[in-house]
DNA sequence: ATAAAATTTTAGACTAATCTAAATATTCAA
DNA sequence: TTGAATATTTAGATTAGTCTAAAATTTTAT
């Protein structure tokens, strides 16, 4: 039996792989908030249950990593339950979500699905997979080509010059953030963001065109 | 902090404590499927927590029994909430239940209640504490006044009879069963049921008067 | 009232998950 | 390429929750 210990290995492991390079022992421990001893060890467990391929490559196998879109797949979906039927705030769910993940049942997960209407996209705009790990194919539009009022993801960039990426993070931009287009200039094509319900933001249509987003929920 | 594991003693006690006269170590056991020892271990580390009063006589504090009437109150809501809005059979959510009961977030209760409109009864019939943990007053009425075509359950009896008792014994009747009403004879005030889904049963008017019931939910 | 039966507790051991401290291995920079 | 810094593993302990087997206690029936 998978404990709910594992499931949250598993799950920091994937969401590791997805942005760093290689996993190493001690980024599980410090996304885990447990010591690099006990990563250690829980990772020979895992490896004697087939869930990551080896111990110096720290790497899912197709069980572990079928195991963790489960897992993301139910904490988005009861995102968006907690968002969409009890109204929640997007930024309040995220420790509700992260008990409810770990509920066993593949046909609660299933009706859960169908009463939201299979929603491509969580609160967060992070994509939903499905019941067998595919993940939705969002469609990512560069941001001069966004609609004012609505709401979006910042998914990836077009280029990768260092002094453009050095404006973003002057501009506090960063990728998952969830940007609301408060206005579009027609004149010059610059644009006018809300970034994370916080801070508005002004770009270029010159930044814009180099920014690629797709729709993100609940405008 | 109380573990699921404690929350599940808590829960059994309280069930015990309900019918049981009073509670022992081997009951417990039997209910949680645990070794006496087991048991006996745990209700020392219960009476450290302050939630039973004493190790020889197994009664919850106000502390323990409020803690029961949550659980028991999450288990309700989250039973009627898989049976209204996700259209599960009424005796297939038992086991999804016993794992949502356990989610911390008294917002998120009071939510899902709200969203199921403040239901004062489970899927079951069975009452559900509000966040105070106070029972609601579910108005019970003899049987004898029941309506055909709605859901009723069989909270208690007017006499006690051993005849009486005896003949509700050959008829397979028992407390806390769901009983619909198929129909109800003007002529003699007989009515005939349909007991758990499951058994027609005709009762007399003079039966029908000494059995008391109120309204369970899902007709 | 006392012996047998039933119940409960204690003792000692196990597993999962964690820790600290120490040992070992790896990386990297001069 | 070698020594320092960093990263990882091992060793030994701890806690929660469980077990079996044995001891102790309580109940019950004669």
Redesign the interface.
């Known amino acids: 039996m998978i404990s709910t210990t594992i499931e949250n290995y598993i799950k920091a492991i994937f969401y590791l792989g997805e942005t760093a390079t290689n996993v190493t022992v001690s980024a599980v421990a410090e996304r885990m908030q447990n010591s690099p001893a006990s990563v250690s060890d829980m990772l020979r467990r895992l490896y004697e249950k087939g869930l990551i391929e080896d111990k110096n490559n720290i790497t899912l196998t197709d069980q572990g990593s079928f195991l963790a879109k489960q897992i993301i797949r139910k904490h988005r979906l009861w995102e968006t339950f907690?968002v969409k039927?009890?109204?929640?705030k997007w930024d309040e769910v995220h420790?509700?979500a992260e008990?409810?993940e770990?509920?066993?049942?593949s046909?609660?997960t299933e009706?859960?699905e169908r009463?939201l209407e299979y929603p491509e996209t969580d609160p967060h705009g992070d994509p939903i997979p499905d019941k067998d790990g595919n993940f939705p194919n969002l469609s990512i539009i560069p941001l001069s080509e966004a609609e004012p009022g609505k709401s979006y993801i910042f998914r990836s960039v077009a280029t990768d010059a260092k002094d453009f990426l050095n404006h973003l993070d002057n501009k506090g931009l960063q990728l998952g953030q969830r940007w609301v287009i408060i206005e579009k200039e027609e004149f010059d094509g610059s644009v006018k963001l809300l970034v994370d319900d916080k801070n508005e933001v002004y770009l270029s249509e010159k930044v814009a065109k180099n920014l690629n987003i797709c729709s993100g929920q609940l405008d």
């Open positions: 907690l039927t009890l109204d929640f420790s509700i008990q409810l770990h509920v066993q049942s046909l609660l009706r859960l009463f």
